[in-house]
């Protein structure tokens, strides 16, 4: 059973362009969890999606990010413009859909992005 | 506002002693606590929980601790071994299952041979 799948591992974009991280979930699992851990410090959460709909974004920017989990596909996280301070490791991480129960978070390798 | 802490960044302990974690949270709202471990360029490994209701759980070498009225969870692993050497995080969440996970700073635990 494959565990979450991130790509890429790492990415350089120069400042103005856009970054596209992608996520595929653990097989089974419906929700998506978006994660940003700037360097010595802890995972800071962004935004929580399921199929088709963002559930919680209360911890995106409000400008120049965007994520979206559609019907088909993986998960992806959209950064425009990129700015130095964007650079950072970006988690992904994903859960079951069991409802009325705790639900761990399984994460990914992570995207580092470096804006240069 | 920090609701997750961390307060000591790293730990070093003797191979096959005691290391013991500590975090504290400020939000009561919190109701399921986790422990995860990353190590460098990979990312967390989820280790133990325990839920709200329960004082203490268990998992082979992994104990965590929960007070409530302290606001303050303990990771307990015993025997420590040199592959327990990693950063370990703990981790909150409250109230409906699919919520969002706040996390601490995190504390670099260095098992030394």
């Known amino acids: 059973n494959a565990g979450v799948m991130q790509n890429p591992r790492h990415l350089v974009r120069r400042r103005g362009q856009e970054a596209r991280l992608r996520c595929s979930p653990m097989?089974?699992?419906?929700?998506v969890y978006w994660y940003r851990q700037l360097p010595e410090e802890g995972l800071k959460f962004m935004v929580y999606l399921q199929k088709e709909n963002i559930i919680d974004e209360s911890g995106m920017p409000k400008e120049r990010f965007s994520a979206e989990f559609p019907k088909e596909g993986p998960s992806i996280l959209r950064i425009q413009q990129v700015v130095r301070g964007d650079s950072a490791a970006y988690f992904c991480a994903s859960s079951p859909n069991r409802m009325g129960a705790k639900n761990i978070q399984y994460f990914g390798a992570g995207t580092r992005l470096s804006v240069l | 506002d920090q609701q997750v802490k961390q307060n000591s960044p790293s730990l070093s302990v003797q191979e096959g002693r005691i290391s013991i974690l500590n975090c504290d949270y400020t939000n009561s709202m919190f109701d399921y606590f986790l422990w995860y471990k990353k190590y460098p360029a990979e990312g967390p490994t989820f280790l133990i929980s325990i839920s709200s209701i329960k004082d203490k759980n268990e998992d082979g070498r992994f104990t965590v601790f929960l007070n409530k009225s302290a606001k303050h969870l303990s990771l307990h692993i015993v025997p420590s071994q040199p592959g327990d050497s990693a950063v370990y995080f703990c981790a909150a969440s409250a109230g409906a299952a699919g919520n969002k996970l706040t996390f601490g700073g995190g504390t670099r635990v260095l098992v030394k041979p």
């Open positions: 097989k089974g699992h419906s929700h």
